[in-house]
Structure formats: C-alpha cells, structure tokens
C-alpha cells in the first residue's frame, strides 16, 4: 500500500529560535507590528510503500528519530494518508 | 482579537530540491527503502492581533509575500485560527 506522508518537525518549548527572533524583530521595522511568538519549523513530505498503515507508521517513526529531526531539541507530528483508499473512493 | 497563524511553505512543483533530494538518496543506504517523492518546506507559527479575521489574513498575507516567502518559487498556504473564539468557548 502506497502512504502520504507529512511529518512537520519543530522546537521543543524553551529551544532558543534564532530564525524565529530574527524574522520577530524584524517584522516592526518593515511595517507590521503586533506579531509575536515567532516559530520556525521544517516539514518533510514523502511517499512510502508498507504493508499497511501501521507499518507505515512504524517506518516513518524511526526515519524521523534516526534521520529527520533530532530528538533532542525538536518534536515532530507525523500524519499518514492513505493513498490507495482515496483513490479508491 | 488575537490569531495564530501557521505559514506553511513548499517549493512549487519543478523547482529542484536539493535537500529532499539528499534525503531521498540517503535513505536506502540507511536501511529504509521505498520512500520516495521527498520534499522539504518550512513551518512559520506566530500570533498576530488584527481587527478581524480579514484583517489579519491581508497582513499575514503581505507578510508573506513580501517577507516570509519567495513567491517565485514557493507556495504559501495560510492557516489561521481565532485564539480569542477558542479560549471564549
């Protein structure tokens, strides 16, 4: 079976933002005010073939935590798509 | 009212990606195989006061056009939640 896969990685709470600051003190002087609480994040989109969604889920896991994010300092959401039963509908 | 805004931005189609490139060459060497289609974007969160919602979608807006994302090879889409309708409920 064939997954969309969308994992959306950030910083955990209290991990220093340089990004986020950076675009945050910025905002003023280009004009905007009012913006706070800056994060900035990556997301990682892929396709990937498993036995079925919990294998799926399994194999995305482990990508995440050895390849894609780092554990320490960033969390990740994983959400997985089934493409097959969409497109079956 | 206060809004928190999700920005989340990924490369139109066409334009190459290199860093999901390497992560889709990299894999089967680390042990996982049929992924494929890899993309990399980015996530910008933060909260924004405005009047009303459309008043905090045009300014999310320009931000982004002009600040946030590089409209000639990124897409944007915008995702914005009433804080003060959630906290109200």
Chains 1, 2 share one sequence.
Do not use: Q, Y
Request: proline fraction near 3%; aromatic fraction near 4%; hydrophobic fraction near 40%.
């Amino acid at each position: 079976m064939i997954f969309s896969v969308l994992v959306d990685v950030r910083l955990r709470k209290g991990i220093a933002d340089p990004a986020g600051s950076t675009i945050e003190r910025s905002l003023p002087a280009l004009g905007f005010s009012n913006v706070r609480n800056v994060g900035v994040g990556k997301t990682i989109r892929f396709v990937i073939e498993a036995e079925n969604e919990k294998e799926a889920h399994e194999k995305v896991e482990s990508i995440c935590s050895t390849f894609l994010t780092n554990p320490v300092i960033e969390e990740a959401e994983i959400t997985i798509e089934n493409l097959e039963k969409v497109e079956g509908n």
